[in-house]
């Protein structure tokens, strides 16, 4: 199918951009599902590389992401690495090198591919991802967020703007354990894992069309399909030792 003619715009604030959005726009953040995009036939592409005050990591009690956050800037954030390292071994598993130097943190969140690493690290994190529309603004849960393959709670006119973690529990370990077919290739099934004592939280990757949090190996009992359970199992148990 080839993409039929569409309006670009690259606004350079927060609000001109929110005021661009609506049924027959999408906003566009790296560009790595720009022809994917085209191919629904929108009228017009809002572009965010310019919008200022979108990209940032600040550490603090909590750690607040800007949607335009590159991954390669989480993936080389020290403070990250120290405080939710989590989320640095998610992203090292996103494609290559290049795919990291361009995609964005809200982008990967707001496309939500079934078979990307960060929905599920971020979900197994209790994340809270901050949404504005030229109306006002909400937060939602990850739960409340992902609603199936390629689908979000998002509105045609709401953006996705930051994302708030919570800090670790203390004395918390984390892992990411995958299998893909090759390495750089989307997985077919991932774990991530958050362990602290006795307890354990798991973000499960190939589990549903959304990213599934449970706190047990136990519970991928009720993944229904043998093979992919048989998988999420033995990745779980790797995860769970990488983080021990």
Not at 17 to 43: C, H, I, K, V, W
Not at 138 to 146: D, M, S
Not at 224 to 230: F, L, N, V
Request: a neutral charge; aromatic letters at 4%.
């Amino acid at each position: 199918m080839k993409p039929a003619p569409f309006e670009y715009a690259a606004p350079e604030t927060l609000d001109e951009a929110l005021a661009l959005l609506g049924d027959e726009s999408r906003p566009l953040a790296g560009g790595q599902s720009l022809l994917p995009m085209l191919n629904f036939r929108l009228a017009r592409l809002v572009d965010l590389a310019r919008v200022a005050g979108l990209a940032y990591i600040e550490p603090s009690e909590t750690l607040r992401i800007g949607a335009m956050t590159r991954q390669s800037a989480v993936e080389r954030s020290e403070a990250i690495a120290a405080g939710w390292p989590l989320l640095r071994q998610a992203v090292r598993l996103v494609g290559h090198p290049q795919i990291r130097a361009r995609g964005t943190i809200g982008g990967s969140v707001a496309h939500a591919d079934p078979k990307a690493e960060l929905p599920v690290a971020l979900a197994a994190l209790g994340a809270r991802f901050h949404v504005r529309s030229a109306a006002g603004a909400r937060t939602l849960t990850a739960g409340e967020l992902f609603r199936g393959p390629l689908m979000t709670a998002l509105a045609p006119d709401e953006l996705l703007v930051e994302i708030e973690v919570p800090p670790l529990p203390a004395g918390a370990r984390t892992a990411f354990a995958e299998h893909a077919r090759t390495h750089g290739d989307f997985a077919i099934a991932g774990v991530a894992a958050v362990v602290t004592g006795d307890r354990v939280t798991l973000g499960l990757l190939g589990a549903a069309y959304t990213p599934v949090v449970v706190d047990s190996e136990a519970a991928i009992a009720d993944v229904a399909d043998p093979h992919r359970r048989a998988l999420l199992a033995a990745l779980a148990r790797r995860a769970i030792a990488a983080a021990a």
